[in-house]
Structures are given as C-alpha cells and as structure tokens.
C-alpha cells in the first residue's frame, strides 16, 4: 500500500459527530430483547423441568424465580414482551409503507418505550 501521509486528521471522523437516531436505538433495543427473552424462556423451561423432577429441584428452581433477583427478572422480562410486540407492530406498519417519515417515524419509537412501560404497569397492578 501507499504511504500516505493523514496528517493530523481523525481516522473515523464521523464517529465524533454522529448522533445516535432513536430509530436506530429502537431497533437495537427490539433484538436485545428478543434474545433476552430467549434468556427468559430457558429459565421457564428450566422451573417446569424442576416441577417434573422432584421436590427438592422444584424447591431450587422455584426459589430462585420467585426471590427478588427473579422478581426483577420476570418484570423486565415482562417489559420485553411488551417492548418486543409493540415493535413488532411498529414493523408491521413499516411494512405496508405508512409512516415512514422520520417525524412518524420517530413518533412510533416513543409509542412502543412509553406504550411498553403503560403496559407493564397495567399488567402488573391487574394480575
């Protein structure tokens, strides 16, 4: 290769000028979640296969799920299903062409956070 001389210009200069787009972070935040729930679900399965084996495993299993950490766990799982679908949606919509304008767009990605903590909530306090 050439040597080239870059002076004292910056390797990636659009990395100190980028602003991260809410529905950039949306998307990532959709497949955090969804592997997340991935998480989730194993430890889901994991208390049903405890249920199945014998008391003593059940005991384990189900103490870890319904302790605090597992308190935490299940809601933010909770708030992942919420988060997930809400998104899901959101693509639905994207996917028929509508409100893909960045206004509607961005509108969207607040409707799936705040509608996603609305229905945690909702759930939580009904069941």
């Known amino acids: ?3 080239v001389n870059r002076g004292d210009r910056p390797l990636s200069p659009h990395i100190s000028i980028y602003r991260p787009q809410l529905t ?3 998307s990532i935040l ?3 979640t969804g592997n997340a729930l991935m998480i989730t679900m194993l430890l889901i399965v994991w208390w049903f296969l405890a249920a199945a084996t014998s008391p003593d495993a059940f005991d384990t299993a189900n103490g870890v799920l319904t302790s605090w950490f ?3 766990v299940m809601v933010l799982s909770l708030w992942g299903i919420w988060y997930h679908t809400l998104a899901g949606i959101r693509h639905l919509i994207w996917d028929t062409g509508s409100m893909l304008e960045i206004g509607k767009a961005e509108m969207l990605g607040w409707i799936c956070i705040g509608g996603s903590v609305v229905l945690t909530i ?3 306090i009904i069941v």
């Open 70 to 72: 597992g308190d935490i």
């Open 1 to 3: 290769m050439a040597d």
């Open 30 to 32: 959709t497949r955090i």
């Open 24 to 26: 950039s972070m949306t």
């Open 122 to 124: 909702l759930t939580i």
